[in-house]
């Protein structure tokens, strides 16, 4: 049975890191062929979330091996210096006030089907209400496999837009 636990990190020692990793280069659609690639790509998706807001990071542990995590930024708004990284980031910067938080997660795929995503996006949303923020968002594209896993979470605001040559996908979640 796993655990839902904070992320801990202490001076520059980051518990679980490589962890992490090896799950966003599992789940990753990017083809990343050498090692300089990978931990390029795994810094330019993941360094925001683990350097800005560590505190805001989620594991899906059992026997201190994780099988999930999730990066939260608890405001986009304050977060539009990542348009800098994600040419895509104000595409749906007109939404940051209704779902201010967004959401980096992945599963190991030997471990997805269990339930993980959804407590860890459960305990975030807890933890979020408790800062009285009153949504939470996700971009991914409309012909993802995981639109249905977020509809299915309550992820119902739903907006398209174009960015260079497809579609993204913006899928808000109002929190009480």
Known sequence: MFEIKKYLHSGSKI???????????????????????????????TEYYIESHPEWIYLALEN???????????????????????RSYELFSDQFSDYPAHIHINA?????????????????????????????????????????????LGFSHQVQRSFDDFRLLFMGKTLT
């Open 15 to 45: 518990q679980h890191l490589s962890q992490i990793k090896g799950i966003f280069l599992e789940s990753t659609e990017l083809i990343l062929s050498t090692e300089e690639e990978k931990n390029e790509a795994f810094k330019k998706w």
């Open 64 to 86: 201190n091996i994780v099988k999930a995590y999730i990066l939260v930024c608890p405001d986009s708004e304050k977060a539009l210096n990542l348009k800098k990284v994600f």
């Open 108 to 152: 190991s795929a030997k471990f997805r089907g269990q339930g993980l995503g959804r407590k860890l996006i459960e305990e975030v949303c807890t933890e979020l209400e408790k800062e009285h923020k009153n949504g939470i968002h996700i971009v991914t594209r409309p012909d993802s496999d995981n639109v249905q896993f977020y509809q299915k």
